[in-house]
């Protein structure tokens, strides 16, 4: 997607070149090595770092007599993401709970830019989704390994009978690296949608009709959010539950 957001020409006035050559060196090739910053990446860069604004407010102005509304929302955030991983994960969901609530309001607030006149929804683009499928993928399975070793995590991919794991392993693996596909068709493929209706109804028909569209938007913006932060939580009590 090319540039057109004046915060994505600013990103690419003051870091295009080194963005550019970094890419180089890895061996990407952008399309537009003039501006290799596009509108999708400014929009997650702005809201990593509205996320990193808020939760650094809310740690300095933390107060248990007279609370402010940032730490208000916080806390509210907290007890819903810790009520749902408390259910899934169980015992010891304190050590996940941080990356489930970054994936929640990283993906809800992505979702949610697509409300905005102008601003394509960032996760509409599969490369954003992907990216944050991956991570949950890499986490989920270093934390399956930390809580059960090499070792056993393998064992439990295997199965309990020895005699079927060299069936049961390959399809345990595939089904794994599945897991990263089905979490980016499922947020993409959704978000995509609703652009486009929305979109089509904003170009044939006055505005009140296409504002219960932007309802509806925001609407799968929040369950899609809720599903992938609660697909992350199942894979990880999968990953790191202990055979009893």
């Known amino acids: 997607m090319p540039e057109t957001?004046?915060?994505?020409?600013?990103?690419n006035h003051l870091f295009g070149g080194a963005v550019a050559a970094l890419?180089?060196?890895?061996?990407v090739h952008p399309a537009n090595p003039a501006a290799p910053?596009?509108?999708t990446f400014a929009m997650e860069?702005?809201?990593?770092?509205?996320?990193?604004?808020?939760?650094?407010?809310?740690?300095?102005?933390?107060?248990?007599e007279k609370p402010k509304p940032a730490q208000q929302i916080a806390e509210m955030i907290h007890e819903f993401t810790g009520g749902q991983a408390d259910q899934i994960i169980g015992l010891g969901y304190e050590r996940y709970q941080a990356f489930v609530t970054c994936v929640l309001l990283f993906v809800l607030l992505n979702n949610c830019l697509g409300l905005i006149p102008g601003i394509i929804t960032p996760t509409s683009q599969p490369v954003v989704p992907l990216g944050v499928a991956v991570l949950t993928f890499l986490f989920y399975n270093f934390h399956g390994v930390r809580e059960q070793g090499f070792v056993g995590y393998l064992k439990e991919l295997a199965g309990p009978l020895w005699w079927i794991a060299p069936l049961l392993f390959p399809i345990e693996i595939i089904s794994h690296l599945a897991r990263m596909m089905s979490l980016t068709i499922r947020l993409y493929?959704?978000?995509?949608a609703s652009d486009l209706v929305t979109l089509v109804f904003f170009s044939l028909v006055p505005l009140a009709i296409p504002a219960i569209f932007l309802g509806l938007h925001f609407a799968v913006s929040l369950i899609q959010a809720y599903v992938f932060m609660l697909l992350a939580m199942i894979y990880l009590s999968q990953a790191v539950a202990h055979e009893h």
């Open 5 to 11: 957001l004046a915060f994505t020409r600013l990103l």
């Open 23 to 27: 890419l180089h060196a890895v061996g």
């Open 37 to 39: 910053i596009n509108d």
């Open 45 to 64: 860069l702005l809201v990593a770092g509205g996320l990193i604004v808020f939760f650094a407010i809310v740690r300095l102005t933390l107060s248990v």
């Open 189 to 192: 493929a959704n978000m995509l």
